[in-house]
Structure formats: C-alpha cells, structure tokens
Nanobody
Framework: QVQLVESGGGLAQAGGSLRLSCAASGQTFSSYAMGWFRQRPGKEREFVSAISWSGGSTYYAGSVKGRFTISRDNAKNTVYLQMNSLKPEDTALYYC????????????????WGQGTQVTVSS
C-alpha cells in the first residue's frame, strides 16, 4: 500500500510558476513509477507527466511539454512537478499517482492516487 499526499497548489497569474509536491509513504517508493494527472471541471482526468522509478525516463503531455518539469527524490520519497509559464487552461485539480514498474499515461494503469491539489491560474 502507498499513501500519496499532494501539496503546493494555489493561485497563480498567467505566466507565473508553481511547484507541486507529492509525498509518498508506505511501500518502497523507489520501486514505483509516478505520474501527475489533472482534472478540469466537467472534464475527464487527463495525463500531464510521468517519471520512471529511477528518474531516468520522463514523459509529458503535449500541452505541457517545455513548460512543466517532473522530477523525483527517492531519498525523500517525493515527486515534484515544476510548472512554469502557466496558462489559464492549466487550472485544474492536480493528482499524483503511483504504479509498479514502468511509467504509463492512462489513469487505470495506476494503482494508488492522492487526494489532489487545486491549481488556479488567473488571466
């Protein structure tokens, strides 16, 4: 079992930055690939970014590539999402998720989820 707690959300202006954190507890964090997803009102949960267990592989949705950076610190059991050049369309509830073995982009492929942290970007 893995417990995930997101933090770092809040209000930002367009063009600004936020850094999300996801702290994990429970089973060995370093054996899990981690992902960030977001859900906007009335929309389905969508993939944002993912990182392999070692941090050696990362993947981004086209809408955030070049603006967001995912990273992890296995010594701190934490994964991060640095969000730069924020846009109003980035406004959403952001979730982190964990899955065994390789990284993936589909929500059903993930085993554990946090409760989410709200990001609101004003124009």
């Amino acid at each position: 079992q893995v417990q995930l707690v997101e933090s770092g959300g809040g209000l930002a202006q367009a063009g600004g930055s936020l850094r999300l954190s996801c702290a994990a507890s429970g089973q060995t964090f370093s054996s899990y690939a981690m992902g960030w997803f977001r859900q906007r009102p009335g929309k389905e949960r969508e993939f944002v970014s993912a990182i392999s267990w070692s941090g050696g592989s990362t993947y981004y949705a086209g809408s955030v590539k070049g603006r967001f950076t995912i990273s992890r610190d296995n010594a701190k059991n934490t994964v991060y999402l640095q969000m730069n050049s924020l846009k109003p369309e980035d406004t959403a509830l952001y979730y982190c998720a964990a899955k065994r073995t390789v990284l993936a982009t589909l929500p059903p492929q993930y085993d554990y989820w946090g409760q989410g942290t709200q990001v609101t970007v004003s124009s």
